[in-house]
């Protein structure tokens, strides 16, 4: 069993920044691909972005591409999810996600 939490939400203004970490327990293995996904207020989860198993293969919704950066820490078992140019419409649960497994979320509300 893969163990995925992630951290770094919370209230941010409309144009700031966060970092979502994703860190993996358990039964790790490279050979993995993670992803970010996010689910607002009454809508279904959505795609944001992805990164292979050898972090050469990125992939982005396009609604957050040129604003996200997903990357990954092979040494810390950790993913991340740098957010700039934050908009209101980037409010939602975020949730990290590797093959069947999935995080139990973590809030990032963003004002305007």
């Known amino acids: 069993q893969l163990y995925l939490k992630e951290s770094g939400g919370g209230l941010v203004q409309t144009g700031g920044s966060l970092r979502l970490s994703c860190v993996a327990s358990?039964?790790?293995?490279?050979?993995?691909?993670m992803k970010w996904f996010r689910q607002a207020p009454g809508q279904e989860r959505e795609f944001v972005a992805s990164i292979n198993w050898n972090s050469v293969s990125t992939r982005y919704a396009d609604s957050v591409k040129d604003r996200f950066t997903i990357s990954r820490d092979y040494a810390q078992n950790t993913a991340y999810l740098q957010m700039n140019a934050l908009k209101p419409e980037d409010t939602g649960i975020y949730y990290c996600?590797?093959?069947?497994?999935w995080g139990q979320g973590t809030q990032v509300t963003v004002s305007s």
């Open positions: 358990g039964r790790i293995s490279a050979n993995y691909t």
């Open positions: 996600n590797a093959r069947t497994n």
